[in-house]
């Protein structure tokens, strides 16, 4: 039996963590209205953008120099580097390769890494010119500094950023916001899967454009594999996943868990696309991790209906931006709703099957990151 002690300081600090990200939210709220900003549209970004970088000349898709800044963690390899691909040239930096590094990220290591950051982009520039720069980082690894060199170099940026529901700020170091807060207004794009972060990157005087995350449908695909499995989920364990899984289980569901925490362990991106085949549901989650109330779109949103999974996830507003909900895909709210989907959906094969060819064909369709990039760079008028 877990310690109630830990039970109550793990409880403190989601609350805590929380009434932090309450307040953050309507700081920003306030001073966005205080400002009377608005949220730019797509041609408005253009335009925005064609002012910055008048000399911006668009090549054909497979033409384009790109300098492409992130580590591979476990998915960005075989989900960003692809994508990149399709449209020309890539160079990659990865700190962790270039600083020998291995495990979590030493933050003492900051200052060795933006100096290297510049000397690599400095050397670069001597051979070639990129006609992109897309970076996938925070400021837990660059400064304000580098970003400024970036931004006197005039070559148009884009920065990815995922979690900006909770870590647009993130904890404070040395003076320094571990999100995104103190570098986004040196790109010349910031691309944000959090649709209501795009007022705190206007009030932070940065340029954002709402777009989630997507998938490679080369490596999520469907497979002909029996399905064996009644219900699956691939995540980590925190939150309340634990206790809807037991929830589930209890009521006669059979399901399996995979992941950081869970007695099944992790999987391999492969082993992962197979068990989406095997399973008759795949499960999801849609809340941020230590905060009530707060969800986000997920990488799995994309992953497992383009992996030809049926997909049963968290209710919450930004799926029906993505997805026609009951017919594509299917949401539940709370855990007697998730219980009774479940079994309507194990009951009913066919009307199962064709919401999981119907989410196959929106994911391939609507949701590759290849479409994403795409977008991104007419935006930045670099294609």
Same mark, same amino acid.
């Given at each position: 039996?877990? %310690? ?11 609350? =805590? ?56 963690? $476990?998915?960005? %390899? ?11 040239? @890539? ?13 979590? #990220? ?18 670069? +520039? ?10 996938? *980082? ?21 920065? +990815? ?7 647009? @700020? ?16 040196? /790109?010349?794009? $910031?691309?944000?899967?959090?649709? %209501?972060? =795009? ?16 998938? $490679?449908?080369? *490596? ?41 925490? #869970? ?6 991106t492969e082993a992962m696309v197979q068990l989406y085949s095997k399973s008759h549901i795949n ?18 949103? /994309? ?6 999974? +049926? ?10 931006? @993505? ?6 895909? *299917? ?7 998730? *219980? ?9 094969p066919e009307k199962a099957e064709q919401i999981r060819q119907a989410g196959y064909r929106r ?15 007419? =935006? +930045?008028?670099?294609?």
């Amino acid at each position: 039996m877990e %310690d109630p002690l830990k039970i109550y300081r793990k409880k403190l600090r989601e609350w =805590l963590g929380w009434r932090r990200l309450q307040r953050e939210n309507t700081m920003y709220r306030r001073m966005f209205h205080k400002l009377g900003l608005k949220v730019p549209g797509e041609s408005e970004i253009k335009d925005i953008i064609h002012r910055r970088h008048p000399s911006i000349k668009p090549k054909k898709k497979g033409d384009l120099r790109i300098l492409a800044i992130y580590h591979h963690y $476990n998915w960005e %390899d075989t989900s960003l580097k692809p994508a990149l691909e399709k449209f020309g040239e @890539v160079w990659r930096y990865d700190w962790f390769e270039r600083l020998g590094l291995e495990g979590e #990220w030493p933050r003492r290591m900051k200052e060795t890494l933006n100096i290297d950051l510049t000397t690599f982009v400095s050397d670069l +520039l001597k051979k070639i010119r990129p006609d992109v720069i897309f970076m996938y *980082v925070t400021g837990e690894q660059v400064t304000p500094e580098t970003m400024k060199f970036f931004e006197h170099l005039g070559i148009p940026t884009v920065n +990815l950023s995922l979690n900006d529901k909770e870590n647009f @700020v993130g904890k404070i170091y040395n003076g320094q916001a571990l999100g995104v807060r103190d570098i986004c207004r040196y /790109f010349t794009l $910031n691309w944000t899967s959090t649709e %209501d972060a =795009l007022v705190k990157y206007l009030v932070e005087g940065a340029l954002p454009i709402y777009l989630p995350e997507g998938a $490679n449908p080369e *490596v999520h695909k469907p497979l002909n594999l029996e399905k064996t499995i009644e219900c699956s989920f691939v995540g980590q364990c925190y939150g309340n996943r634990r206790h809807v899984i037991e929830h589930l289980r209890a009521r006669g569901i059979k399901v399996e868990a995979f992941g950081s925490g #869970w007695l099944n362990g992790p999987l391999s991106t492969e082993a992962m696309v197979q068990l989406y085949s095997k399973s008759h549901i795949n499960l999801g989650f849609s809340g941020v991790m230590g905060h009530r109330n707060t969800y986000c779109l997920k990488g799995r949103d /994309f992953e497992i209906p383009m992996s030809g999974g +049926l997909y049963l996830t968290e209710h919450h507003t930004e799926l029906e931006k @993505v997805y026609e909900i009951g017919r594509e895909i *299917v949401t539940y709210q709370g855990l007697e709703d998730l *219980v009774s989907k479940i079994r309507e959906l194990l009951q009913n094969p066919e009307k199962a099957e064709q919401i999981r060819q119907a989410g196959y064909r929106r994911a391939r369709r609507d949701h590759t990151w290849e479409q994403r990039f795409d977008k991104i760079f007419k =935006l +930045l008028g670099v294609i």
